[in-house]
């Protein structure tokens, strides 16, 4: 399922407002209260994280390539303490739709 919603993500973007500054470069910082537009398939299909980032590859979720990529590169219903609360239960639904 991971690697269809990497393909295919059922929330396309979300947008934070920075709590404290963020260095994007040497010459680019970000500040504290600036909105950041955070586009999931540019994450999801970007060739660095993910090589060949258009074909369905369902082993890129073994636990030993999750533990190569950053923490945040999988943002299927956002991360951290933000993420969505209907997580679980939509997991557990479409799990149990297979199933039937």
Known sequence: MNETFRLFPAIFSIIRKLKAPL???DDLELGVGTQVFIY????????????????????RFSPQEIQRRPQYSFLTFSAGPRKCIGFKFAMMQMMCELHF
């Open 23 to 25: 260095r994007l470069a």
């Open 40 to 59: 999931f398939p540019g994450i999801h299909k970007n060739p660095e994280i993910y090589p060949n980032p258009e074909e369905f590859i369902p082993e």
